[in-house]
């Protein structure tokens, strides 16, 4: 108890260790007032808060009100997936020419990841790049996106297709922000949260697997606990490898058949509850291919289920159309499709080299296990 009356007071600080381009990760609750902590961060006068019309009547006026009023304007993107696009890139960039941002402005991105992502590509593309600052404020951005410098907008061929590595001077995580987000939303933070115990790290598999309960009730204590431990590994998994040439790759687990299911749905299969769907056939697929011992393979698709995540792809998915939407994931190299692959919790490896009879296997199973 007195370790969780500690996390719930105690302000967490990491570091994305990137030498001179290192940045911390800041985590707590009552962080968006915090204005002192931004102004820190800031390249100069001018700053433009990017953000959408969900979050800006919920949580923008906390961090306008820390920030000095002149030199400090908002860009309002519509919501949702579907303007992760070039046409919401060119918003912001139209309206940083308009109220004639410089060389020395901020862009602070305040939402999910698709605020973030989109954002991000301006920052990294408007005068050659601008400074950049991320306040996640979905789970899911909390834990993964707004952390490690990819950033992106989608094309209607394929997801994240146009975007850049870029990363911020600051992340803010302010823990207040996810008590006003839709349980849809946060569940979908949860699926990336149970990826590093997968990835990477048993024992939190194993703590997540007996605190089910009170990370469904946003106890505050969990939440610290397992936002402070998926950043630090995604911040120690970024600074080995920043531009994803090597180990970065295991931190797409379940994300090429979750990517084929965002696409072939149009997005409307949610990113976190496709890549839980995802999880499962990459468990299934190292399953059937003799790598992951089944009773494993089991207790991910129990974990994700226990938290109300989807473990089965929307039943109108056809194989072959996913086949197709998966070769063009970013991670197909060569022509050759890689996937990120379990051996056992906690540990997982990237691999081009798998019988493609057992991927179809998985695929037309739908998310159930084989057990034979
Ligand atoms: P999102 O940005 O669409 O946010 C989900 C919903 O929650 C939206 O409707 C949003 O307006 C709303 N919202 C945000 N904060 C809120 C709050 N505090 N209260 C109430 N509503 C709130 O989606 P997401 O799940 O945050 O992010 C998904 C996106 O992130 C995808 O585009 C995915 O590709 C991207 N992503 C990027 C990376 C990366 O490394 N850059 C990693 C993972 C995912
Ligand atoms: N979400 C995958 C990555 O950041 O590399």
Known sequence: MAASRELRLVRKELVVDLGARSYPIVIGSGLLRDGELIRRHLAGRQVCIVTNNIVAPLHLAAVRDTLPAQDLDVCILPDGEAHKTLDSYAMIIEHLMSHRHNRSTTIIALGGGVVGDVAGFVAATYQRGVAFVQMPTTLLAQVDSSVGGKTAVNHP?????????????????DL????????????????????YGVIKDRAFFEWLETNVDALLRRDTAALSYAVLTSCSTKAAVVAADEREEGVRAILNF???????????????CLHGDAVAIGMVMASDLSARLGLLARDQARRIKELLASFDLPVTPPGNLNAEAMQQAMGMDKKVLNGRL??????????????DSFDHGALLATISAGGRLCDG
């Open 176 to 195: 207040d922000t996810l008590a006003t987000l839709p349980d849809s939303d946060y569940r979908c933070g949860l699926a990336e949260v149970i990826k």
């Open 254 to 268: 379940g994300h090429t058949f979750g990517h084929a299911i965002e696409s072939l749905t149009h997005y409307e």
């Open 157 to 173: 061929g394929g997801k994240n297709m146009i975007g850049a590595f870029y990363q911020p001077r600051l992340v803010v995580a």
């Open 338 to 351: 890689r996937l990120v692959l379990v051996r056992a919790l906690g540990d997982v490896f990237v691999t």
